[in-house]
C-alpha cells in the first residue's frame, strides 16, 4: 500500500497492459502541481485567519451545521432525520432543511412521523394533539412543503433548498462560515458523524474545499470503528456521455491520508462544504425535469467559481 493510500481505476489491459492491475499510489503533492520546488508548483487555497469572520482555522466552534435534504414522497425522510440528530455528537447545532415533496392525503409527513419515532423510541407517550410539542430538536427542522405534482425534477427541488438557504442567511440563521451539507432522504450515519465530517474537511486544507462522493451501501455502517485492515471508499471518477453529461459510478480509493482532490465530478447524494460554497454556487433552479447533467452542471459551477471538489477519505 502507498504511503497516502492508492486509487483503484479498475483492470483494464488496455491501459495497464496484461500485468497491470489498475491501482494507482496518492501522492497528495501532485495536488498542487508536484513535489516542492515544481516550476509553477501551486497548492490550494489554505484557510487563513482574515477569512475566517474572527473564528478559529478549523474546528466547529461558532459553527453550526446545515443540512439540506430534497424528499419526494420517500417513507425514510422521518428516519433519516432520526439518525441525523441521534447520532450527530453535537444535535443542538444541527439544522435542517427538507424540501418535502409529497401527497397529503397518502403521504406521511417527514418532521411529525420523525416526532413520533424519537417520542417510540424514548418509551414517551405521543402529544396526538400537538405532535410537535416538547418534539426534541422539532424546531431545528424546516419543511418546505410542495404537492408532489407540482414536483420538477432533482434540481429544481434542490435550487429550491438553495433559496432557502439564501434566505437563511439573509435572515442571520445561517454564517458563511458555517458547514453546510446536501444529501438524500434515505441515509443512515455513523456515530459522531458530523464531527467527523468537519475533521475531513479541515483535513482537505482548502478553504474552498467541498467534499463528495456517492456514500457507501448501509452494510458497511461502522466499518470505521471496527479494527479493518483497510479503510475503503467511493471514489467518483467515471461519468457517461448521454443527451447530456451523466456521473454514473465509482472506482474505490483506500486508505487514503485525506481527502483527495477529484475536481469536475461532483455526487448530489453528498455533499460537504462550507456555506459560502452553498451561497456562491446555488444550484441551478432553470432545470426543470433535468436528472443526466445534473450533477456536472453543479461540478462545473463549483470549479468555475474557485472550488475544489474532492473523495472524502
Known sequence: MGKYGKIFLGKDEQTYGKDGIGHVDYDPDFECGGPPGTPGRQCPFVTEERHTLGLNLTGREGRNLHVNIASYRDPLCPRTLYNAFTKA??????FIRVLQQRDPEVDGDCLEDYCKLMAEENGKEINKQDILKDCLYASQVF???????????PTWARGLLSKDTEAAYKNGELNPQDHCMSLDSHMDFENHWDDRMVKMWDDALNEYAVLSTYVQDIEHLGEEDKDMAHRQVP??????????VRTHATKAAVDLSKPK???AVWGA??????CHA????MVDPHTPHIFDGEEFNRAARFWTHGYDIYTPN
Not at 89 to 94: M, R, S, W
Not at 235 to 244: A, G
Not at 278 to 281: F, G, R
Request: hydrophobic share 35%; glycine share 4%.
Open 235 to 244: 471514489h467518483l471518477c467515471m461519468i457517461k456521455y448521454t443527451s447530456n
Open 261 to 263: 482532490l477529484t475536481n
Open 143 to 153: 419543511i418546505h412543503e410542495i404537492h408532489a405534482k407540482e414536483a420538477a425534477g
Open 269 to 274: 447524494g453528498l455533499s460537504f462544504s462550507k
Open 89 to 94: 455528537n453535537t444535535p443542538e447545532k444541527l
Open 278 to 281: 452553498e451561497l456562491k454556487v
